[in-house]
């Protein structure tokens, strides 16, 4: 059982790391740039200094950030790139750079233009209120934006007559820009190349500061993602945990009764009620509970759309538990009903089929008691296949109660997730997901623990299986 489990537990880290990589990666590609948003060098008026100035302050903040350091373990691009472009950070230089080194393919000389429009920046910018200045100042913050070599060569051929006093920096760009035009990638130089970039890179960083509990930081409003969920998560915790309780007490007795009288009329009509419960939409049930809840008029109101914060300043449950149930009670059964359905529908098909078994005829021939052996007996049996259940059925809530929590304005992590989306704070989406998949793969470990203690056929199976 031991190597069992152990065998579990690997699986289950390394199919965590494999989603560790995707969700970093993902992020990386997310829309917006953090270091724009989070870097106090970058509030407000920052956005307006021009791009080769801007270039060194991005730098500093993307170093302090641990921005500056290779992505991943190992890199592939074409045998033309540097091993070193990750190391230019502001979005302008490094989109210009790839779009030239794309098209050149000499890394070198594509520098050296970088370089020489930043030296020509520096000269004209220690005159700025002169008038060639601020023409120069514009004409270098549209090279630097340009995407292709033919139109940085037609943007300085229609100035290259104002050059003026910055004849000789201009003279340096115009000579790059020629050198440029004649050089083109060789075929062979596309072929892929694999290089090792060391441990210290962003992604290593980030799963070790994800292990020790630092989330980072929202792009939001610049506080810790783990303060935000911890925030969030006892309200979800309440919602959840109350809306399983409430759909088992229902479950169970539906279930059974309908696997042992469900054969009439009455058990055609529950069985008809459950489906109706389990195809009605969340959103529209919640929709109209929350409309009956809030309309003094009908008699009904005791929900209040801005009542969370009142609980929370409250002291606690026990502090005044008939206004926590109240505030709690819509979005528990907007959460429950479908569930509940589901489960007595799947209680009594697990039921049912456990009569079926020879061994429940064979203790009826012995004369055991009805109580005892539908209670001793089958429902243990017919449980087994509920625990596996249970497995998914955390994980999925917390997914499903987005709507939900938006609705009745719940401050929990569905709330958040959804408010996290709208603003693009992917630090925060993401260590959502990977939370999810944690609790995905720890409800799936604790399943199969479960099932091996409750299963003696299991324990047995899993002993015998040969060793791989």
Not at 270 to 290: E, I, K, Q
Not at 299 to 325: E, I
């Amino acid at each position: 059982m031991s190597g069992f489990l152990l065998k579990k537990i690997l699986s289950l880290l390394l199919a965590l790391w494999v989603i560790s990589i995707l969700l970093f990666f993902l992020q990386r590609a997310a829309p917006g740039d953090a270091v724009l948003r989070l870097g106090r060098a970058f509030s407000g008026e920052m956005y307006h200094v021009h791009p080769l100035a801007a270039e060194a302050i991005y730098r500093a903040e993307a170093q302090r950030r641990g921005l500056n350091l290779p992505a991943f373990y190992i890199s592939v691009q074409p045998a033309f790139f540097p091993d070193t472009l990750y190391r230019i950070q502001y979005p302008e230089a490094l989109a210009l750079q790839r779009a030239l080194l794309l098209e050149t393919g000499d890394w070198s000389k594509v520098q050296a233009f970088y370089g020489a429009l930043t030296r020509c920046y520096s000269f004209v910018a220690e005159d700025p209120s002169d008038r060639e200045s601020i023409f120069w100042q514009q004409r270098l913050s549209e090279l630097v934006r340009v995407e292709t070599l033919a139109e940085a060569r037609i943007l300085w051929k229609t100035s290259v007559h104002r050059l003026g006093r910055y004849r000789h920096q201009g003279q340096a760009i115009g000579n790059l820009l020629d050198q440029l035009a004649v050089s083109r990638p060789g075929v062979m130089s596309w072929l892929p190349t694999l290089r090792w970039q060391g441990w210290d890179n962003q992604y290593h960083r980030w799963f070790r500061q994800w292990l020790r509990g630092d989330l980072g930081v929202s792009l939001r409003d610049g506080r810790k993602v783990g303060e935000k969920l911890g925030e969030a998560l006892p309200w979800t915790l309440w919602i959840n945990g109350a809306a399983i309780l409430l759909a088992y007490l229902f479950a169970f007795p539906m279930g059974i009764f309908l696997a042992l009288k469900g054969r009439g009329r009455l058990g055609q009509l529950l069985r008809n009620t459950l489906l109706v419960l389990y195809a009605l939409p969340s959103f529209w049930v919640g929709s109209m509970l929350l409309l009956l809840a809030t309309s003094p008029e009908l008699g009904y109101d005791f929900f209040r759309v801005s009542g969370w914060l009142a609980l929370k300043q409250g002291g606690g449950f026990w502090a005044d538990p008939f206004a926590w149930m109240a505030q709690l009670s819509l979005p528990v059964i907007c959460m429950a009903y479908g569930l509940a359905a589901f489960l007595a529908h799947y209680l009594q098909h697990s039921f049912s089929a456990v009569l079926q078994e020879p061994f429940v005829a064979f203790a009826r021939t012995r004369g055991i008691s009805g109580f005892r052996l539908y209670f001793g007996h089958v429902l243990p049996n017919a449980l087994l296949p509920q625990v596996v259940f249970v497995a998914e059925l955390v994980p999925t809530l917390f997914s499903g109660s987005v709507i939900i929590e938006y609705l009745f304005n719940v401050p929990g992590m569905g709330r958040l997730l959804l408010d996290s989306l709208v603003s693009q704070d992917w630090p925060t989406v993401y260590s959502f997901v990977l939370l999810i998949a944690f609790l995905t793969a720890f409800g799936l470990l604790f399943s199969d623990m479960l099932l091996q203690w409750t299963d003696p056929r299991i324990r047995i199976a899993a002993s015998q299986s040969p060793p791989s």
